[in-house]
């Protein structure tokens, strides 16, 4: 159990466009999912947090605008880049957490989407 | 916010020998100290994962060991395998979690 899917794995797309990114948790209802960014041999950079129903909550120096999050079910979550440029192309990778009580739990890890704009 | 220090960046071992990555962190108030392995290109897997209260935590050849006091924890691999191989991150938190910057383990035959 406890599997999330992303999709697209991987995407190419030209400067100036949008691209959306979707996160599923696949057999559990996620009230939370994570958003990450991973440059090559580098760490996992959280990028925001988003909450079934409200709104994402984004980390410091994280443009809102660019990065539009929507999480509109307790299995689904969306990234959308907007206005793509080629240093936005990166690893994104989502997790989810059924997240009980305010402590946080195990995260569930999608198999992240590679993202390179021309 | 929270600062998490991973150590060493590389690390090289021979199989059958033991491996341990240290971490530390600033938040006292973080509770959640999970371990990741991330194998090139796949997305990061939960190996071990222990909570504030409790002090160490096994799981046949992994353990992890938590000093809150200290505001350290530290993964021990025993009985290196080469399938160890990978980067392997710590984490942090309470409501979000920060990953320090990873370690690669190299396991050779």
């Known amino acids: 159990g406890a599997v999330v899917s992303q999709h697209p794995s991987w995407v190419i797309c030209k400067s100036g466009t949008s691209v959306k990114i979707e996160c599923r948790s696949l057999d559990f209802q996620a009230t939370t999912m994570f958003w990450y960014r991973q440059f090559p041999k580098q760490s996992l950079m959280l990028m925001a947090t988003s909450n079934e129903g409200s709104k994402a909550t984004y980390e410091q120096g994280v443009e809102k605008d660019k990065f539009l999050i929507n999480h509109a079910s307790l299995t689904l979550s969306t990234l959308t880049v907007t206005s793509a440029h080629p240093e936005d192309s990166s690893f994104y990778i989502c997790?989810?957490?059924?997240?009980?009580?305010?402590?946080?739990?195990?995260?569930?890890f999608g198999p992240g989407t590679r993202l390179t704009v021309l | 916010g929270e600062n998490v220090e991973q150590h060493p960046s590389t690390l090289s071992v021979q199989e059958g020998d033991s491996a341990v990555i240290k971490c530390t962190y600033s938040d006292s108030a973080s509770n959640y100290f999970p371990w990741y392995k991330q194998e090139l290109g796949k997305r990061p897997q939960l190996i071990i994962d222990?909570?504030?209260?409790?002090g160490e935590k096994k799981d046949q050849r992994i353990a992890v060991t938590l000093n809150k006091t200290a505001k350290h924890f530290s993964l021990h691999i025993t009985e290196t395998q080469p399938e160890d191989s990978a980067v392997y991150f710590c984490a942090a938190g309470y409501s979000t979690l920060t990953f320090g910057k990873g370690t690669m383990l190299l396991v050779s035959p």
């Open positions: 222990i909570r504030s209260n409790v």
């Open positions: 997790s989810a957490s059924p997240r009980q009580s305010g402590t946080l739990n195990e995260q569930f």
